[in-house]
């Protein structure tokens, strides 16, 4: 667990804690360093920040594009948070009622598309950046 715990910047205490003394923020960077262990060439995420705060929420995002830069690894991302898809995807697949559309986010994620699969304009959040 060196190597991971270095690159995801885990101390030995940090290690050694209770899961139950574990922010939701830093649960979840366990479980990605658990992830890591095998050194998989493809994570599935599946809405990974949810029930996060949106500063945990932007860093955690940033820790796996990070990863995905670093390692080369595929990430398959499921998501409802469309600012997240549009910044970090290359290609999306969006589904609904039956209708599949698929391609790079900016060719696919335009508000005609978007409210043409399921129903709604499309809204978009702010996230924090920090610099």
């Known amino acids: 667990m060196g190597d991971v715990s270095s690159e995801l910047n885990l101390s030995p205490e940090f290690l050694s804690a209770g899961i139950g003394t574990l922010s939701g923020g830093q649960f979840q960077k366990v479980l990605i360093a658990f992830a890591l262990l095998g050194r998989p060439n493809v994570l599935l995420f599946d809405e990974p920040t949810a029930s996060l705060d949106e500063l945990t929420e932007e860093r955690i ?11 080369g690894i595929t990430l ?12 970090y995807a290359s290609r999306v697949l969006c589904l609904s009622k039956g209708e599949v559309c698929m391609g790079p986010p900016k060719e696919i994620m335009t508000p005609e ?7 709604a304009p499309p809204k978009y959040y ?3 950046q920090e610099h």
């Open 76 to 87: 398959i991302l499921v998501s409802h948070d469309l600012s997240v898809v549009y910044r």
């Open 126 to 128: 702010r996230h924090i």
């Open 113 to 119: 598309m978007l409210e043409q699969l399921y129903g």
């Open 61 to 71: 995002y940033e820790l796996v594009h990070q990863l995905q830069s670093q390692r």
